[in-house]
């Protein structure tokens, strides 16, 4: 038996998690609207709300799993990466929770749990298999070969896909966060309305800074010819940077499948809830013979369910640590 309380809480949202004997039984998540009047997270405001929200959350866990305190056999939290500020809420709390009830501790390396929610509900992915990681701070592409054995073979040089589709959205005047926003403004648009360059980088790794300025340029150049050229031409404006974004993406995860050998493809992080970027996957999946894995759509984005099922097979292997554990905001794999 073990039922695992999980902790989320590397940006801005607050999550609490319970599974029980590896089945997620409760996955509450407090969203911070804050933020919206700002354009953008801020981490102060963040690691505030997050005090403000931990206790009633983890009550909320509590009753959606019909368990008690007392029936909790582990504490998982995200140790890193994320805004320090935020993190030091989530691991105090873990701590003094663990310490409260004498239970042991499990650190989750919050990446590594995003590709470790594809092991929540079937189908799950086979080893070894390759993981798109896409969100707004991290673009990855991950070797998974087992549980908590995993190569990054590809990474962002820069800025991140998400973060492409965040400052784009910004630029657009959409409101935060823009990305889904784009999602749902590009569902009516025209993809090769527009035509973006591609970043030329060698091997497997991407680049999205230069992809952003030649954005920034083509509507500063349209805009001058026409100023509500953006209004006119929203739509396709937003299908067309959505769907150069997906090729970019999907261009350099066919090199590394074709690389590996590897046909078991998933995908994960914020990003990954992205109804194009799921939608050419699956075309070419069809195309290639791949087996694609795509977690649903409340495993996606930050959550602590995917904390409790990388604690869980962790809690398996005995894999604790201490009480003078410390949040890394920076944490790699």
Known sequence: MSVILAIESSCDETSVAICNNGKITANV???QTIHENYGGVIPELASRVHQQNIVPVVQQALIDAKVTKKDINAVAFTRGPGLLGS????????KSFALALDLPLIAVNHMQA?????FIDEPKPSFPFLCLTVSGGHTQIVLVKDYFDMEIVGETLD?????AFDKTAKILNLPYPGGPLIDKHAREG??????FPEPQIKGLDYSFSGFKTAILYFLRDQEKEDPDFIQKHLNDICASVQHSIVQILLNKLKKAAKQYGIKDIAIAGGVSANSGLRNSLAELAAELGWNVFIPAFEYCTDNAAMIAIAGYHKYLNKDFVGQDIAPAARMVF
């Open 159 to 163: 800025d991140a896909a998400g973060e």
């Open 87 to 94: 993190l030091l809420v989530g691991v105090s709390f873990a």
């Open 190 to 195: 025209n993809p090769l309305a527009y035509k």
């Open 114 to 118: 995003h590709i470790l929610a594809h």
């Open 29 to 31: 998540i407090a969203n």
